[in-house]
């Protein structure tokens, strides 16, 4: 899918998450809910690190070109090192590694690591990546018609206020993990749940690109026969091309619908 649709569904994720916390006795907390929402949906961008032409490609200028150069290399190599007898030959490493539960579970431990040890600076810089990705992503016709100065304004904005709703009493400590029997770090214990939506985010974009026409690996590195990078998805006759009108006019209305009416439920409006 395309990088819009990505986002999008990011958001209605972490939505639906609220809403099943809801149905089930345990409401996410509203800055939770929000937060949350806003970093799935920036993290549904991030596993195109390895596409240099990606939107997260050109969302923080040369920092971001370079990081996909070198993403795109790593994951090449990897895919080279670890391909089984029946994975075909390939030059690029779009939709390997980054596009793995292996990779989704790193990126959310990484998440949480930062948050929880890296301090006020930490929480910031992890507010600020995912909320300018979610603007370039929910936003992009304004995105790209504004400058890159404006929507890192913007993100630096959104990530100081949220920043403040996500260590206030709002949002009621750790939410969830304090309850779950789940040993907490040392250092910010509280943040330590902002490691889920990343991985949220990163699955749903997986599942997203399963439904296109390549397929994604996601469960690499099982064997599937002789291929260790199996392309997981529908039978064909169910999948569709990036971009194309199933997913301009089917997903992203239903994204929207979903989500709003997930977020509504979360919230205990309906």
């Known amino acids: 899918m395309m990088g819009p649709a990505h986002s999008l569904s990011g958001a209605a994720a972490w939505l639906g998450v609220g ?9 996410m907390p509203w800055p939770v809910l929000l937060i949350g929402t806003i970093v ?21 200028g040369p920092l971001s070109k370079g990081l996909c150069v070198v993403i795109e290399r790593l994951a090449a190599a990897v895919y080279r ?6 994975d075909p030959r390939r030059s690029g490493g779009h939709r390997t590694l980054t596009h793995t539960l292996v990779w989704a579970v790193l990126a959310g431990l990484v998440t ?5 040890f890296g301090g006020r600076w930490g929480l910031l810089a992890v507010l600020f ?53 789940v040993p907490l770090p040392a250092g910010e214990p ?53 971009g194309s009108a199933v997913e301009n006019t089917l997903l992203i209305p239903l994204f929207l619908v979903t989500g709003g009416g997930c977020g509504l439920f979360a919230l205990g409006l309906v």
Request: net charge positive.
């Open 112 to 116: 949480t690591a930062v948050v929880v």
């Open 190 to 242: 509280e943040l330590a749940w902002l490691g889920l939506p990343v991985v949220l985010g990163a699955l749903v974009h997986c599942l997203g690109d399963a439904i296109t026409v390549s397929g994604c690996p996601v469960l690499w590195p099982l064997p599937f026969g002789r291929k260790r990078w199996y392309p997981l998805g529908p039978p064909r006759a169910l999948r569709f091309k990036a």
């Open 40 to 60: 799935c949906a920036g993290a549904a961008l991030a596993p195109d690190l390895d596409h240099r032409a990606a939107t997260i490609s050109r969302a923080f």
């Open 19 to 27: 809403a099943l916390g809801a149905a089930g006795g345990a409401p």
């Open 129 to 181: 990546t995912h909320t300018v990705l979610a603007i370039e992503g929910l936003l992009w016709r304004a995105a790209r018609a504004s400058s890159d100065v404006l929507v890192w304004l913007l993100g630096a904005t959104g990530a100081w206020l949220l920043s403040d709703l996500a260590t206030g009493p709002a949002a009621e400590a750790a939410w969830l993990l304090d309850a779950s029997g």
């Open 81 to 86: 090192a670890t391909r089984g007898p029946g």
